[in-house]
Structure formats: structure tokens, C-alpha cells
């Protein structure tokens, strides 16, 4: 099993700043990929960025350029930094884990006014 905790969602304005963690613990293994996706009201999940162990990423469109992710593979944590927040933001985020496994943490609210 991996748990996943994740913290540092929150209020903020549009224009600001987040960054979110995700911290993995249990039988991680050394290969891995972790992400954060985002659901809003009405909408489907979708990916928002992903880092892998080896250190590729991906982003999803709308984010390029505004959020970074990045890993502490010593603490197994992974961080979303997301700065220039817009109102279309505003979502539940969730921290995804893949190996040959998949887990997800119990999400964490971001909410971006105008």
C-alpha cells in the first residue's frame, strides 16, 4: 500500500501564488510516477502535471508556463508550485501515484477569486 498526504491548498487571489505537496510513504517504489490532477464542479478529472523518478515531466496545456512540478525523492515528496493563479483554477487537486500500482490522496481544495 502507499498513502499519499497531501497539503497546501487554499484561498488565494487570482494572480497569486500555491504550491501544493504530496508526500508518498509505504511501499513506494523506485520507479515511479507522481502527478496532481484537478477536478472541478461539472467537469471530468483531468491531468495537470506529472514528474517521473528519472525526472521527465509533463504539463497540461493551460498550466505551462505557470505551474512547476518537482520531487524530493529522499523525502518521496513531490511539489506543485502554481503561480499566476486564474478563477478556472479553482478545482479539488489530487496527488496520483503510478508504478504498476495506482493511488490517489483525498484531494485538496484550490480556490482562485477574481
Known amino acids: 500500500q502507499v498513502q499519499l498526504v497531501e497539503s497546501g491548498g487554499g484561498l488565494v487571489q487570482a494572480g497569486g501564488s500555491l504550491r501544493l505537496s504530496c508526500a508518498a510513504s509505504?511501499?513506494?517504489?523506485?520507479?515511479?510516477?507522481i502527478g496532481w490532477y484537478r477536478q472541478a464542479p461539472g467537469k471530468e478529472r483531468e491531468l495537470v502535471a506529472q514528474?517521473?523518478?528519472?525526472?521527465?515531466?509533463n504539463y497540461a496545456d493551460s498550466v505551462k508556463g505557470r505551474f512547476t512540478i518537482s520531487r524530493d525523492n529522499a523525502k518521496n515528496t513531490v511539489y506543485l508550485q502554481m503561480n499566476s493563479l486564474k478563477p478556472e483554477d479553482t478545482a479539488v487537486y489530487y496527488c496520483?501515484?503510478?508504478?504498476?500500482?495506482?493511488?490517489w490522496g483525498q484531494g485538496t481544495q484550490v480556490t482562485v477569486s477574481s
Open positions: 496520483h501515484y503510478l508504478d504498476y500500482r495506482e493511488y
Open positions: 509505504g511501499s513506494t517504489s523506485s520507479i515511479n510516477a
Open positions: 514528474i517521473r523518478s528519472v525526472g521527465t515531466t
